[in-house]
């Protein structure tokens, strides 16, 4: 266990805080075999194999981010992150990989005991072929008519994540849709995400009814995070109020929001949707292979940034949590002070004195 620095409760009140925070969460360790129901969100280039074996061996569940991987980099992903931990962890898959298929079957191959499926609305069939195969689904829901559908199609587990988050989000902020899912979803532990950079929120969605946890942005600067020099000092440097949101030119050809660290990479998405309407306008592209390359053009931007350090003109994907990030610390330190803050507000109550 963890030793808590936490002043000024008393032992007697730390060891009930301590207590309390694992009923809280007890579902959702549970369910995902772990000692801290915090999740590492799956960041595309950034949660590879070092990073999700860091997360897991510090009693969270780290998740391995598959992105734009072929099938045979992620069973070598896959085969690395367990060389480097025995515990837990997940693969996140996105759901519009041209070759999805392949990719759960690697899961299932490599007897991978969760898998996240995101980027879109998972497939039914995509959900009996994991649960035949014994594998726990994690799907989001950005609604609560979705979070619905995913556990009629068999869900096992729901991520809840608002638009505070970075990468691709939706329009609803993480405090909202808490309130407007944990009430009616009992049946299944649900997991917030989006904005979440200490442990006093976790505690305060921990008691609203969620199971846990998913943290991504917090975990960037993260010692075993492989991600550039660059790239680190860019959010460690950031403020909440400089990851933005991108824009959307026409809406014709609609564009799924990307939060991150305004920078060149902003003015470059601009300049490439109107290049992109031009082509459509000229009858040179149609508009789904216009938007296409509009998911291209940031997963290219992406990787500019976190593997190359191009921090002007890559896309610096982050939450607006990134004002917490302000400077590099181990996974295990970063989970310490995560877990002393939730055990700090716990203690500190009345009730427990």
Known sequence: MISPTISPIDDTRTEVAMDHLKGLWARGCEFLQCEYAILGGAMTWVSEHNLVAAISNAGGFGILASGAMPADILREEIKKTRSKTKKSF???IITLHP???DLIQVCIEESISHVVLAGGVPSKQSIEILKKAGVKIICFAPALVLAKRMIQYGADALVIEGNEAGGHIGPVSTSVLAQEILPHIKNVPVFIAGGIGCGDIMVSYLEMGASGCQLGTRFVCATECQ????FKKAFMKGAARHAVVSSQ???R????P??????????DFMNFQREMIKRVDDGLLGLSEAQMEIEHFWAGSLRKAVVDGDIDHGSLMAGQSVGFVKKEASVQEIMNELLGQAWRILG???SYS
């Open 90 to 92: 997940g693969v996140n």
């Open 99 to 101: 070759q999805l298929d």
């Open 227 to 230: 991600a550039h020099p660059d």
């Open 249 to 251: 030119i026409d809406p």
């Open 253 to 256: 050809l609609p564009v799924i």
């Open 258 to 267: 990307v939060r991150a660290l305004h920078n060149m990479a902003t003015e």
């Open 348 to 350: 500190s109550r009345a």
